[in-house]
């Protein structure tokens, strides 16, 4: 076992995945299980997708700004504060569900006040628990790194899984709500793990843990916290030379890389394949649900096995791999159900190395710096400017690309029913 794995201490540092898994399975409950939400409100396309925008657009200003918004605490309680945000949309959700609508009135207040909760929440949770576990620990920052894939798609994979099993059992909604309850509780989980097992003071307070090591050991203080003072982005600003040169070509792929991963993985998926039909799948007619979990598992294995592969690989200009993103996405238009599953791959794989080693890169470079978290917001901050370009396009976008995959399919399969009912 080398040096570097031996630092990675995963018995010890193992349950730091449960810190992420909560957090990006209620994300991913946003954008996975979208369609269910915009079927029982009844609201129409645009109108809705300018709602979902709030989960981007809140995740966006909550990335950088959260500094802020957040600014009388520190990051481990801000880290409590989005799940009590994600919570909160996964609270909406269920009353979604549960609730009768009137379909003669505009339900889309509900839409705009769940995606908004969920967008603070994850916006102001991954730039504070990446600085939180790296100063933690190698491991602790390494297991909560690898737990965003597994949160993402234990929905993406299980959700559709469930549903499809219950059918004639209990309505869609009613299995989401369910889903929506378990993400609730295992964020309950999650809390614990981190009042158990990461230092932390008083909920408003100036005072915060710092490694002090020059070893590569892990000891804390209590020290002056740069991060709840209103001139900590100022003065990061100030001083750029020091770390914003190192972080931009890492943020500029991230960007990149988030406007494939949020409007093509899975986003055209959840619209082309409708959930009453079948697809022609390896010469087999399958349930468009079933499909959808085999489309999940090779999304789950992309995203996690690059994590887990490049985590122990020296430092490559990210870049290099957006490559792979653009070819995943010419796969996933081309409206061929095998060949739009490789795509997927392709784009997660990318999206996986992407970010293993900027948050990586990112401590390496920020080391003996108070910029740690100002070089982590800068980048997901950057990054999800893509996400929220996709989020606003992806309907109309959405509708041009189901036009050609109907051409070029016809008389295999049918994509995009969905857009039959509008």
Known sequence: ??????????????????????????????FNLQRYMKETLM?????????????????????????????????????????????????????????????????????????????????TFESNVLSVMSIVSPGARYFSVIGIPVGVNIITIFSFLIIGAFEGVATPGHVCAFIFGVVIVMMIVATIILFVYVPHGKFISKNDYKEINEDGTTSFKQDDDQTTSI??????????????????????????????VSQFAPGIVLYTINSSRFVKFLGMTMKADYYRCIFGVLTFL?????????????????????????????????????????????????NGIIYVQTSKWIKEVTKGTDYNLSSYSFWLFVGDLGSVVASFTQQSLVQGICVDMRGKMQGRWDPCPYYDKI
Request: with cysteine.
């Open 43 to 123: 609201v129409e396309p645009g109108l809705f997708s300018t709602a979902y925008g709030f989960l981007y657009m809140g995740n966006l200003l909550f990335r950088f700004f959260h500094n802020y918004f957040w600014i009388f605490t520190k990051p481990f309680w801000r880290i409590i504060i989005s799940y009590a945000s994600m919570c909160c949309a996964e609270i909406c959700m269920i009353i979604v569900q549960i609730v009768k609508w009137d379909p003669k009135k505009n339900n889309s207040w509900l839409a705009f006040i769940t995606f908004a909760f969920a967008g603070v929440g994850i916006g």
């Open 231 to 260: 001139h900590y982005l100022p003065n990061a600003f100030k001083n750029y030379k020091k770390w914003l040169p190192q972080v931009l070509p890492n943020a500029l792929s991230m960007c990149a890389n988030m406007f494939t």
């Open 302 to 350: 992309g995203d996690f096995c690059s994590r887990l592969i490049f985590e122990k690989v020296k430092f490559i200009f990210p870049p290099m791999f957006l490559m792979a993103n653009l070819i995943g996405v010419l796969m996933v238009i081309s409206g061929i159900p095998e060949v739009m599953i490789i795509g997927n791959f392709m784009i997660m794989f990318s």
């Open 1 to 30: 076992m080398s040096h570097q794995n031996e630092n990675l201490e995963w018995k010890k540092n193992l349950k730091f995945i449960l810190v992420t898994i909560p957090m990006f399975m209620g994300y991913a409950t946003c």
